[in-house]
C-alpha cells in the first residue's frame, strides 16, 4: 500500500496509532533487494535552482521501505486492492523541525506542575506517540520539557536519530531507576467515571513500559498485557456498576491488553447507558419509589397494632397507660381471650366493643 507521511511539525501532530519507525541508516541503492521491513532506498532531492529555501535544521529528506502488507484488504493509493502476503512500498517523507515548530512543540510536550509522571507520560504518547523523530541537535533545540534537570539531561544525550517517545522513556527510565521511587510520585485513587479508571489502568501500562519485563508492547502502553492484579485494582476502586463487568474479564490467556480491555469497559458503558436501559432503569426506579410508599404505608398501620401479648401482670401494667385513655388494641384483645381459652373462631370479624366486653367479663370472673 504506497502512503505518505508527513513529519507533524507545520500542521497536526501524528496520532499514536500511525507511527513511523526511526529511519534506517542511508546507502542503499533504488534497486537492492531486501527484507519487507528494510530500507531500499535513500533519495536526497535536489534543490531547485534561484528558489528560496525555508530555514531548517536539517535537510528535506525522502525515504523509501519495503514493508510487508499487514491488511491484505485495504487499497492502495490509485484504488486498487493490495495483493495478500505481498510486499509494497511505503513512503516516508521527513521534514526537519524548525526552531518554532519546536517551540510550539515544547509548549505542547512541556510537564504541567506537578503533573504525575506516568500522566505527562501517557499525554505525550496520546499526542505525538512515536511519530517525532530527533536528532540531539533537534533535542537540545527543543529546550527542557520538566523540571527535572536529571531527566532533561539524558534526554539530550543520544546523539543519534531517536523518537521524542524513546528518549523520554530513556530519561524518565534512568531517573528513577526503580518502580517503586516511581510509584511514589503516581496518584492511585477512587475513580468516578469510566475514562478515569481507564487512565488510571493506562497509566500502570506506562510503568510496565517503563520497568516491566518486556513483552510484545513495542513501548505502546495499549499493547501491555492487562494482569489479574492489574484488573483487580481496577474494580476495587470504581464503582460496583463495573466491577462485576470487570470479573468477567479473564486475564489468564495472555489476550487481553489494556486496549482491548479499554475498549470493552466503553463496548459496556454504551450498552448500559443506551436508551433501552434508561428506560429499564426508569421504571425499576418507579417500582422501588413505590415499594417505598407500601413499606410507609405499612409501618404506620403497624404503629396501631402492638406486637406484645398480654401474658402476666406485669405485662399488663405496662399496657395500662394506652388503657386510661381508652384505647385497647385489638391484638391486645384478641391475644387475651385466646390466652383464656377461647375459642377464637367465635370471635372473628367481631368489633373490638364485643372482644372488649368478653375480656372485661373474664377479668371480674378471676377477681371473684
Known amino acids: 500500500m504506497l502512503r505518505e507521511y508527513v513529519s507533524p511539525v507545520g500542521a497536526s501532530l501524528a496520532p499514536a496509532g500511525g507511527k513511523p519507525s526511526p529511519c534506517p541508516d542511508k546507502g542503499e541503492s533504488d534497486g537492492a533487494a531486501a527484507e519487507p521491513t528494510d530500507v531500499t ?5 535536489a534543490e531547485p535552482q534561484g528558489q528560496p529555501q525555508p530555514a531548517a ?6 525515504k ?4 510487508k502488507s499487514e491488511h491484505p484488504g485495504n487499497k492502495d493509493k490509485k484504488g ?5 502476503g505481498g510486499e509494497s512500498e511505503v513512503e516516508i517523507i521527513t521534514e526537519s523541525l524548525t526552531y518554532e515548530s519546536l517551540s510550539n512543540l515544547q509548549k505542547d510536550l512541556a510537564r504541567r506542575g506537578r503533573e504525575a509522571y506516568t500522566a505527562w507520560l501517557l499525554r505525550v504518547w496520546d499526542l505525538i506517540g512515536t511519530g517525532v523523530q530527533l536528532d540531539s541537535g533537534e533535542a537540545r533545540n527543543l529546550g527542557p520539557l520538566t523540571q527535572d534537570s536529571g531527566v532533561n539531561q539524558v534526554f539530550i544525550r543520544e546523539p543519534g536519530p531517536l523518537s521524542l517517545w524513546e528518549r523520554l522513556l530513556m530519561s524518565v527510565r534512568e531517573r528513577f531507576v526503580h518502580r517503586d521511587r516511581m510509584q511514589e510520585h503516581q496518584h492511585r485513587m477512587h475513580w468516578k467515571t469510566l475514562e478515569e479508571g481507564i487512565q488510571q489502568l493506562r497509566e500502570v501500562a506506562v510503568l510496565e513500559v517503563l520497568f516491566g519485563r518486556g513483552g510484545p508492547h513495542d513501548n505502546d502502553p495499549d499493547k501491555v498485557r492487562c494482569t489479574g492484579q492489574m484488573l483487580w485494582n481496577l474494580a476495587t476502586l470504581g464503582p460496583s456498576q463495573y466491577a462485576t463487568f470487570i470479573a468477567t ?7 487481553e491488553t489494556v486496549g ?3 475498549n470493552k469497559l466503553r463496548n459496556y458503558e454504551s450498552i448500559i447507558s443506551s436508551p433501552m436501559q ?3 432503569s426508569a421504571v425499576a426506579k418507579e417500582l422501588r419509589e413505590e415499594m417505598r410508599a407500601i413499606r410507609e404505608e405499612m409501618r404506620r398501620n403497624s404503629s396501631h397494632v402492638a406486637p406484645v401479648r398480654v401474658t402476666s401482670p406485669g405485662v399488663r401494667a405496662q399496657r395500662l397507660p394506652a388503657r386510661e385513655r381508652g384505647y385497647t388494641p385489638r391484638a391486645d384483645l384478641w391475644f387475651f381471650l385466646h390466652d383464656h381459652g377461647e375459642d377464637m373462631g367465635r370471635w372473628d370479624g367481631k368489633p373490638n366493643s364485643a372482644l372488649a366486653a368478653r375480656v372485661h367479663e373474664l377479668k371480674e370472673r378471676n377477681m371473684n
Open 80 to 84: 486498487g486492492p493490495s495483493q495478500p
Open 260 to 262: 482491548s480491555v479499554a
Open 57 to 62: 535544521l536539517a535537510p528535506v529528506e525522502t
Open 41 to 45: 532506498t535513500v533519495q536526497v532531492p
Open 249 to 255: 474479564i479473564n486475564p489468564d490467556n495472555n489476550q
Open 278 to 280: 434508561a428506560q429499564v
Open 64 to 67: 523509501k521501505y519495503k514493508v
